[in-house]
């Protein structure tokens, strides 16, 4: 077992134990990957200060999210297929961000259902992400559920309307469960600990969606239901009423442009996540960091600004914050770690993450995450 001292070796393990429709339908990014790739290099031109000779006892990296007290300013990102990835990948990842200290996000596209996420972390409250399907009778029903199990807030992705085209996942024909072409069959088989994991589950589907509508009960059904069902024609409108029917604390996620970012203000949500998706939809977006700071400057007084998006690193959260997030994100970081370990995986990025924060924090001559801002970048290397 090699010794893990970063997300890049998590990322190289998970490789090796993930079949390769589920490893690369994490790592990938739509069309040229150009806005998947910038999300994580516009991190590396932004310069700290270095700073010395300063107490740099007693540090903290505790903060709110939402107004909930989170361990240090990140959350894991909702994603769909987590399931996939390792089996009850979503039980998982919630348990590791409960202990940990920090929410979990649950994406309607997930293995394990809400019900099943809040039994198997015994009630602790953890966010939910909708997507808004042309059935509305059952998005009432899914928000309603979401309510039932106690989820702490609402997060509505708006960047996922109509799907962009990510090349791996159409080459390796990636469906859940997944086709057994005698390719997929032979690299799966190669994949003990994942084989043996998925044996040991019941849950090889989408979890929110099978038994929960009408017609859906097979695989044909299933498929054919998914591929109609994303509303290309949702709107502002559309956020009012969810809005109205959760009643709770609405984040909207996937906020690129200063316009979208003042009605996002309009709409009266609590936060918004600067968010291309991951780099998934929109190739040639700009990255998220990139767009974090004027959107910081229009609204940020306003509204509770998050973004996700390339964050690989504790350095990279740091410089997040410094720009002005109140919270950040992290997707493929935890994937990995999932991927690679299970659950452990998920605890040891968690702790990579924290630790470079934490000292990196205290490079940059600041005890208190709550105390920093753009002051610990270099001027001239940072987006304004
Ligand atoms: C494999 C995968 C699946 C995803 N599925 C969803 C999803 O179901 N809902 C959603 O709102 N975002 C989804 N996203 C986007 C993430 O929530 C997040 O915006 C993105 O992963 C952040 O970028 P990062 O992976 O570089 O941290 C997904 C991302 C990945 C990598």
Known sequence: MP??????DLRILAKKRVPRMFYDYVDVGSWTESTYRANSDDFQPIKLRQ???????????????????????????????????????????????KKFGIPFTLSTMSICSIEDVAQGTGGHPFWFQLYVMKDRDYIERLIDRAKAANCSALMLTLDLQIIGQRHKDLKNGLSVPPRLTTLNLMNMMTKVRWGLGMLGTRRHNFGNIVGHVKGVDSLTTLSEWT????????????????????????????????????????????????????????????????????IVNAVGSQIEVHMDGGIRSGQDVLKARALGARGTYIGRAFLYGLGALGEAGVSKALEIIHKELDLTMAFCGRTHIERVDHGILLPGTYPT
């Open 3 to 8: 010794v893990i001292t970063s997300i890049e």
């Open 51 to 97: 700073r010395v000779a300063i107490n740099m006892e007693n540090r903290s990296t505790a903060s709110t999210m939402l107004g909930q007290r989170v361990a240090m300013p990140v959350a894991i990102a909702p994603t769909g297929l987590t399931g996939m990835v390792s089996a009850d990948g979503e039980i998982k990842a919630a348990n590791a961000a």
């Open 227 to 294: 591929a109609k069902q994303f509303d290309p024609a949702l709107n502002w409108g559309d956020v009012e009423w969810i809005k109205k029917r959760w009643g709770g604390k609405l984040i909207l996620k996937g906020i690129q442009d200063v316009e979208d970012a003042r009605l996002a203000v309009a709409s009266g949500a609590d936060a918004l996540i600067v968010s291309n998706h991951g780099g998934r939809q929109l190739d040639g977006a700009p990255s998220s960091i990139s767009a974090t700071p004027a």
